[in-house]
């Protein structure tokens, strides 16, 4: 087959990125490309980016500029850039760095076949437009592999709410919702597939209103339906705004066995006056009530969130407020960054947290939540868990999967990838826990 091309991905960010990555690899497809994990024998490259941090943009020209030398190698290789810095700045990338032929933002790579086949006829090929049409749709009826037990499903995208920090909203959009029956039937595919947990995403997941028999869906009528697929097990959905979590979703929480007990729902600062300057249109207590209310339809939940230390105008005492929030919530796990300036967002603009006080609050505060990860990891130890099994571990005869809580657990025996099983846990480890195979 002299006509099979290679396509080598790279991406970066969030799990809208991997979800996108899946769907660019499906539509190159139709052009004749095949996957492949080496670079070196690519005849295409896209780097998929993201553009939350500076430090993330940054990394693509890094890597642009490592790529040099596999073009003077192979001078057909063509180079794309693809997802939030392509949105952000996908002028100022063709002109930094003339070894790029292709910019294709987030809402725009449908029509990657045909940018491909100018680019292969030597144009330069951008295109950054928000467009009308769905892009899902036009890459419905592509061609699709056999998969893994696990994966994403973008039900959501963009975000309207424009948290003072954030370049979301520019970069992917206004919140838009995929029609509910377009869902299920992927998800429906998905399953045929060898899927057995899919996790919705969207910047905004909770804020789904999609298009449905009857009317407009909200995501628990959604997680309904989804929960009446046969072969589906598991479900999940990422991320959460504090703000769209209504009481039809925390009841499926308590109710819909299918729903996974953990909750991704970040809240970002602890101090009211910080949240106020972010632009989060909630306080510390609303979330913590909420979080109470969540606890009660779930009570083994658990939780997550996103933290931003050193945001301008943070004081000690603003950061001792979000620290003492971490304290009353008690999180599974947590992810925690440095304020980072973003141009053009209302934040950028005003008094800056120097440096080395955002480095030791982030210390600080990462040592809480390691501490809480901790404590949520042990224990688990002497119950009883789901745990879907994703691939072989490190030793030999050992599984990995994870857990209904989405731990890391492996066991010894006789288990398939694909496998869902009730496992006791027996032991707590840095980053995984140890299980015993219960008779199935
Ligand atoms: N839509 C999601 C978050 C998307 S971005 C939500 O609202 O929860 C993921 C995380 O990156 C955010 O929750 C925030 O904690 C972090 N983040 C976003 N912009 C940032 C910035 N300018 N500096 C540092 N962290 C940022
Ligand atoms: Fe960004 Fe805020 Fe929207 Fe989340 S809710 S994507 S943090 S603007
Ligand atoms: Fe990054 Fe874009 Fe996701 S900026 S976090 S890849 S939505």
Excluded at 27 to 47: F, K, N
Aim: charged content about 30%.
């Amino acid at each position: 087959m002299a006509d099979v091309k290679k396509l080598y991905i790279k991406t970066y960010g969030c799990q809208m990125n991997v979800y996108d990555s899946e769907r660019m690899a499906e539509a190159m497809g139709g052009s004749g490309y095949v996957e492949t994990q080496d670079p070196a024998e690519a005849d295409m490259i896209l780097l998929n980016t993201c553009h939350i941090r500076e430090k993330a943009a940054e990394k693509v020209y890094s890597e642009l500029g490592r790529m040099k030398q596999l073009k003077l190698d192979k001078p057909d290789l063509k180079i794309g850039v693809t997802g939030c810095v392509a949105q952000a700045e996908g002028e100022e990338i063709m002109r930094r760095q003339p070894l790029v032929d292709l910019v294709v933002g987030p809402q725009s790579y449908h029509r990657l076949p045909e940018m491909e086949a100018r680019v292969r006829a030597g144009e330069k090929a951008l295109d950054t437009e928000f467009p009308i049409e769905d892009k899902f749709d036009t890459l419905r009826h592509r061609p699709k592999a056999r998969r893994g037990p696990t994966a994403f499903l973008t039900v959501q995208e963009g975000c309207d709410k424009f948290c003072a920090f954030c370049v979301v909203p520019y970069t992917r959009g206004a919140e838009v919702s995929r029609p509910a029956g377009r869902v299920l039937e992927e998800a429906r595919d998905l399953v045929e597939r060898g899927v057995r947990e899919i996790t919705l995403l969207g910047q905004n997941v909770n804020a789904y209103h999609g298009a449905g028999e009857g009317g407009d869906w909200g995501l628990a009528r959604l997680v309904w339906a989804l929960s009446e697929i046969d072969g589906l097990e598991r479900i999940r959905f990422t991320t959460s705004h504090p703000n769209d979590m209504d009481d039809d979703l925390i009841a499926a929480h308590g109710e819909c066995a299918k729903l996974m007990p953990y909750l991704h729902l970040p809240v970002q600062s602890g101090s009211d006056r910080i949240l106020k300057r972010m632009n989060r249109s909630h306080t510390a207590e609303s979330y913590l009530r909420l979080i109470e209310r969540i606890r009660a339809a779930r009570p083994d939940i658990l939780l997550s969130g996103d933290f931003i230390v050193g945001f301008p105008e943070e004081t000690d005492a603003d950061f001792q407020a979000t620290m003492e929030l971490i304290e009353a919530v008690n999180y599974g796990s947590a992810f925690s960054f440095k304020y980072s300036t973003r141009p053009g967002t209302p934040a950028a603009e005003r008094p800056q947290v120097p440096e080395e006080v955002k480095t030791e609050r982030l210390y600080r505060l990462q040592e809480l939540i390691t501490r809480q990860q901790r404590a949520a990891q042990d224990a688990m130890v002497g119950r009883r868990v789901g745990v879907l099994f994703e691939k072989a571990g490190r030793m030999p005869g050992q599984m990995v999967g994870k857990s209904d809580h989405l731990h890391a657990v492996h066991v010894t025996g006789d288990v398939a990838i694909g496998d869902l099983r009730q496992v006791e846990i027996i032991e707590s480890g840095p980053n995984s826990l140890a299980g015993r195979l219960l008779s199935s």
